[in-house]
Structure formats: structure tokens, C-alpha cells
């Protein structure tokens, strides 16, 4: 496995990059490849460790660590995901 790398190695060997290519182009490219991808599998827990420092969840009674995801990322939800309304007083 290689671990290390050179400008002219990728430029040669990298199909996203061509010396014809424009900064502009190569955004544009990256961006429109972007938009088709899905989120990776292990993104939410990633980031939940991540944001702790790499740190685990203290372990549950039962012995296992739990990593809790928000389903409301939007704001609040009712049950069944519509958004909350709020009672004015």
C-alpha cells in the first residue's frame, strides 16, 4: 500500500485531476460528484466521538456504551416527525 504521494504522481495517475483543468472546473466537478454521493454509513457516530474529544459514552448498566443520534436535527417534532407547534401564550 502506498502511503505517500507527489504532485506529479497525482497529476499522472489521478483521474480528477488534469493539468487542463481550471480551479473553477475542478470545484465545479467536485462539487456535482458530491451532490450524488450518499452520507457514509458511519458518519453520525463518528461525529458524536469526534465531538467528545475521541472519547466514548460511559458505559450503560447492561456494560455497553451507547452512541444516542438526535432524530430532530431540524428542531422539534411531534411523534411522527412533523414539526412541533408551538403554543403562544
Not at 502511503?3 to 493539468?19: A, C, F, L, P
Not at 472546473?25 to 453520525?44: C, G, H, Q, S, Y
Not at 456494560?63 to 416527525?81: A, E, F, S
Request: net charge positive; hydrophobic share 40%.
Amino acid at each position: 500500500m502506498r502511503v505517500e504521494s507527489t504532485i506529479g504522481v497525482e497529476r499522472e495517475k489521478n483521474e480528477d485531476i488534469t493539468v487542463r483543468a481550471t480551479r473553477d472546473e475542478f470545484v465545479a466537478m467536485k462539487r456535482r460528484d458530491d451532490a450524488t454521493l450518499n452520507l457514509p454509513r458511519l458518519i453520525f457516530p463518528s461525529l458524536l466521538v469526534n465531538m467528545s474529544g475521541g472519547r466514548l459514552p460511559q458505559r450503560h448498566a447492561n456494560g455497553k456504551r451507547y452512541l444516542t443520534i438526535p432524530v430532530n436535527l431540524r428542531g422539534d417534532t411531534d411523534d411522527i416527525g412533523r414539526a412541533a407547534v408551538v403554543a403562544l401564550s
